[in-house]
């Protein structure tokens, strides 16, 4: 959930959702996001929880997963709560979505789309590709390719850097939606 954004897209396009995040301080922020009048008829669920873990959700029961993981530690959304993902190196935070890519693939209908949303880090002067890392976890778990979306990034600390270039060449400064098919 982070602040809510998706829940919020939800609720103007009138559509039922459940969202889930580790954070209770997220959880109420995205509360508070969704206190909006708007003309649409929905049932929008928040929940307290490990994505890793969505025993609360049927198997094959949801149309659509739209995800926006940590990209490892590189921002921290907690000091201390267990089962925080923002909390852990690259390594062992593939681990952990290796476990989300199989809770997504559990409770999404057959032939319907998962959206992960992540970008590529930095560590000690090297490129880490946590993008195309994490969306080999998904593959594993039987999920198969529909598309690769480049996202330029904005409002980073390097955002003014790059619009300033004049040459065509991007390092790190895009994210990926990977969509995914079960
Ligand atoms: C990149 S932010 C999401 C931002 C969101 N797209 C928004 O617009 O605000 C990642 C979120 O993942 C949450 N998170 C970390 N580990 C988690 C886990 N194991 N299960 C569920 N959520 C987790 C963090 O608390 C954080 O709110």
């Avoid at 995040?21 to 922020?29: E, G, L, T």
């Avoid at 994505?51 to 921002?75: E, N, R």
């Avoid at 852990?88 to 935070?93: P, S």
């Avoid at 390097?158 to 995914?180: C, M």
């Amino acid at each position: 959930m982070g602040s809510g954004t998706t829940l919020v897209e939800t609720k103007l396009l009138g559509r039922n959702a459940v969202g889930v995040d580790i954070n209770p301080q997220s959880v109420s922020i995205s509360e508070t996001n969704l206190q909006f009048q708007c003309d649409t008829n929905s049932k929008i669920f928040t929940r307290n929880g490990n994505a890793t873990d969505l025993h609360f959700i049927k198997d094959s029961h949801i149309d659509f997963i739209c995800t926006h993981p940590p990209y490892a530690d590189i921002i921290k959304y907690s000091k201390d709560i267990e089962g925080d993902i923002s909390r852990l190196g690259a390594e062992q935070f593939l681990e952990e979505m290796d476990k989300v890519a199989n809770e997504a693939y559990r409770v999404l209908k057959k032939g319907k789309m998962c959206a992960v949303m992540i970008g590529d880090v930095r560590k000690g002067g090297k490129v880490i590709p946590l993008g195309f890392r994490m969306m080999e976890c998904f593959l594993r778990t039987g999920f198969t390719n529909k598309e690769i979306i480049i996202k330029e990034q904005h409002n980073c600390k390097s955002t003014d850097y790059w619009e300033k270039q004049k040459n065509n060449f991007l390092l790190l400064a895009h994210e990926y939606v990977f969509v995914f098919e079960k």
